[in-house]
C-alpha cells in the first residue's frame, strides 16, 4: 500500500517564503514613493487659488507685471501665512513678473517624509487677451524624487 503525501515540505514553504520575500523587496519602495506622491498632492491642489488669481488679474489688468498682478494685488490670494497641512508658510509666493510671465512656488513642511520640496510654476501668456498656459519648471526639487 502506498502511503499519500500531504501537506507541503520544507523545501517548497522555503520557495513560497523566497518568492514572498522578493515581492515585498519590490513592492515597499514603490508604496513609499505613492504615500509622498499623495502626500505632495496637497501642495500642488493648494497652488489652484494663486493660478486663479493669476490668470483673472492678467485678463483684467493686460499685464503681469508685479506693480499690478502679485500677492494681495488684483485678486491673487496673500502668501501663505502659517503652515496648513503639508504646505508650508510663505506657500504662493508670486515672483519673477514679466509682462507676460508670473511664478507662482509652493513648499511642502519637512514632515511626513516631506523635505521642504518645492512646486514651481511659470505661467507665460502668448499676448494680451490669451490664456497662460503653467508649466512645471524645471527648478522645482519635487522632480527628482518623483513625487510631483
Known sequence: MQQVQKGFTLIELMIVVAIIGILAAVAVPAYQTYTLKARFSEVVS???PYKLGVELCFQEQGTLAAASCTNGLGGIPAVTAAA?????????????????????TMTATATNGLNSQNYIL????AGIGRPIVWAKSAASTCIAPGIC
Open 84 to 104: 496648513d497641512g503639508v504646505v508650508a508658510a510663505g506657500s504662493g509666493a508670486i515672483s519673477a513678473n514679466g509682462p507676460l510671465t508670473a511664478t507662482i
Open 46 to 48: 493648494a497652488a489652484a
Open 122 to 125: 511659470v505661467g507665460t501668456a
